[in-house]
Each structure stands twice: as structure tokens, then as C-alpha cells.
């Protein structure tokens, strides 16, 4: 079994975003912010214009033939993309597994949600 340090080296091999980053990007059109926590989560809280792409069918929402495969990936190929979930655990392993099936563009907001709420204070 992979110990929880080795499962989150994936920080390493992909495009990491502080939160102040992030909020730059925030009304910028060709940016999607995405939200990998389950749906009721999403639902209470999330950050502008996120999408709700939970983690647990990521995979699905971005293989070519699926039926749950998601048009917004095909049809904007230079869209950038900036993950986050909770904490920032879900959204480093979304990242690392959209990157893995071809995103070029996409990046994890370290911290989660619960950073954008701490350094906004909300």
C-alpha cells in the first residue's frame, strides 16, 4: 500500500497556484475554475464561476467516448483550468490525472477552498 507522502509527490510533477494567484484569474473568460469536491459540497459553497467535476468521476468526464465525457474539454483546448477541492489533497491528485489524460493547461490551487476562504476572509 503507498504511504499518504508518496501519494502526494504528485505536487511535484504538476502546475501548482497560490490562492492569490488564483483570484487574479477569477474574472478572466479563459479560465475555468473547477470544483472536485461531491456535489453537496459544491452546492453550499464554491468560487465564481466553478464547475462541479467530482474527483471520484474525473476520469470519466474526460475520456473521448465516455458518456459522461464533458464537451467543455473539447472545445476549448487553450482554456485554463485551476482545480481545487477542500484542503488541497483531491485536487493535486485531479490535477496530476487531468494532465495524465492529456489537459495541457490546468492547474491545483494549493490550500483549497479552505485557504480562498482564510485569505479572503470569508
Same mark, same amino acid.
Do not use: H
Given at each position: ?91 493535486? &491528485? ?27 476572509? &470569508?
Amino acid at each position: 500500500m503507498k504511504k499518504f507522502e508518496d501519494l502526494m509527490k504528485a505536487s511535484s510533477e504538476i502546475s501548482n497556484i497560490s490562492v492569490d494567484e488564483a483570484k487574479e484569474k477569477l474574472k478572466d473568460p479563459n479560465v475555468q475554475f473547477i470544483d472536485v469536491r461531491d456535489k453537496n459540497s459544491f452546492e453550499s459553497e464554491t468560487i465564481g464561476n466553478a464547475v462541479n467535476l467530482e474527483r471520484g468521476l474525473l476520469e470519466f468526464y474526460l475520456a473521448d467516448g465516455s458518456p459522461l465525457e464533458n464537451e467543455m474539454f473539447k472545445n476549448n483546448p487553450n482554456k485554463e483550468y485551476i482545480v481545487f477541492c477542500g484542503l488541497g489533497g483531491q485536487s493535486t &491528485l485531479a490535477t496530476k490525472t487531468m494532465q495524465e489524460m492529456g489537459l495541457k493547461n490546468v492547474k491545483n490551487m494549493t490550500g483549497g477552498i479552505k485557504a480562498w476562504k482564510e485569505k479572503n476572509n &470569508l
